[in-house]
């Protein structure tokens, strides 16, 4: 069975780091596109990052480019999403999830993990 499992969230203040990690079981994670999503209290579900099967292709949302990074190692089945110069509103419940494609839409994602809480707050 397919299986998506999220970690590595947290409480980080303002300006700080976290990495997250989706580990796979049940499937060869290198035949899907992984992508990171998150939901804010009262806001709908917004795709973050996505990374193709083979990690040559990736991307994000204009609010983190530059901040932060996803990347994946396929050896060990976990994608990860290296989250730097964190802001407030990057506070919510951060979700991976698979797909045969590729991109940011959440209807395109049939396999979904069960999130992990993120809160960045002084």
């Known amino acids: 069975q397919l299986q998506l499992v999220e970690s590595g969230g947290g409480l980080v203040q303002p300006g700080g780091s976290l990495r997250l990690s989706c580990a796979a079981s049940?499937?060869?994670?290198?035949?899907?596109?992984i992508a990171w999503f998150r939901q804010a209290p009262g806001k709908e579900r917004e795709g973050v990052s996505c990374?193709?099967?083979?990690?040559?292709?990736?991307k994000y949302r204009d609010s983190v480019k530059g901040r932060f990074t996803i990347s994946r190692d396929n050896a060990k089945n976990t994608v990860y999403l290296q989250m730097n110069s964190l802001k407030v509103e990057d506070t919510g419940v951060y979700y991976c999830a698979a797909t045969e494609g590729f991109g940011l839409a959440t209807t395109w994602y049939d396999h979904w993990g069960q999130g992990t809480q993120v809160t960045v707050s002084s």
């Open positions: 049940g499937f060869a994670l290198e035949h899907y596109t």
């Open positions: 990374i193709s099967g083979s990690g040559a292709s990736t």
